[in-house]
């Protein structure tokens, strides 16, 4: 089975922190991505990357950078947090190819509170 | 207007019910259309993947598109208290990656024992 872990959960962090949010999928896909999701906004992507280093900004990238230096690797960085950035952070991967073969795959998700 | 339309819900049914799921769009470009089930603080999980037209089933799930219409439906059979859950339509135009995918805001189920 496809596993993508983000490894923190639940995070809460004061106004003007830097966040790391990390995340690491094991299927060797080539595609990552960030999205946060809101009630009533719904799945919005932040940012998304096709290879090792390489990133292309999503609907939503204000206020956030990422990294990818490992294939398996794909970290979501809060500059300085802000309290609009509350949010539930899914992280996902995917394989490049056609039709059901490059479905989307789906972390548990990280709760981050920002006071 | 958004590209892709779903009612949130919530959507209350009792155990055994046949429940229908339903999204529409205005793009009609889109070919690939998709059901995630997303339980409480979970991420989603793909249920179902068609491609243009027609209907896919598998087991109590039923996806439908109506190309024409610009509509997509996701029945469920034989409904369980498990099946409660948000289920998410996606979409996209073309089998490429899915930086392009178009989702709706869900629909929140409740299947009541």
């Known amino acids: 089975d496809v596993k993508v872990t983000q490894s923190s959960r639940y995070l809460v962090k004061r106004t003007g922190e830097k966040v790391f949010l990390e995340c690491v999928q094991d299927?060797?896909?080539?595609?990552m991505f960030w999205y946060r999701q809101d009630p009533g906004l719904g799945l919005r992507l932040i940012y998304f990357?096709?290879?090792?280093?390489?990133?292309e900004k999503g609907d939503i990238p204000e206020g956030y950078s990422v990294s990818r230096e490992k294939k398996e690797r794909f970290s979501l960085i809060l500059e300085s947090a802000s309290t609009n950035q509350t949010s539930m952070y899914l992280c996902?991967?995917?394989?490049?190819?056609?039709?059901?073969?490059?479905?989307?795959?789906f972390g548990e998700g990280s709760w981050l509170t920002v006071v | 207007q958004k590209e892709v339309e779903q009612d949130p819900g919530p959507l209350s049914v009792p155990e055994g019910a046949i429940v229908s799921l339903n999204c529409t769009y205005s793009?009609?470009?889109?070919?690939?259309f998709m059901w995630y089930r997303q339980y409480s603080r979970k991420g989603p999980e793909l249920l179902m993947y068609?491609?243009s037209s027609g209907n896919k089933e598998d087991g109590r799930f039923t996806a439908q598109v109506d190309k024409s219409s610009k509509y997509i439906s996701l029945f469920i059979r034989d409904s369980q208290p498990s099946d409660s859950a948000t289920y998410l339509c996606?979409?996209?135009?073309?089998?490429?990656?899915?930086?392009?995918?178009?989702w709706g805001l869900g629909t929140s189920l409740a299947v009541n024992p």
């Open positions: 299927m060797d896909h080539e595609n």
């Open positions: 068609t491609y």
């Open positions: 996902a991967s995917s394989p490049v190819g056609q039709g059901a073969g490059n479905t989307i795959y």
């Open positions: 990357s096709y290879d090792v280093k390489m990133k």
């Open positions: 793009n009609s470009a889109f070919q690939y």
């Open positions: 996606a979409m996209k135009r073309g089998a490429g990656n899915n930086r392009k995918l178009i």
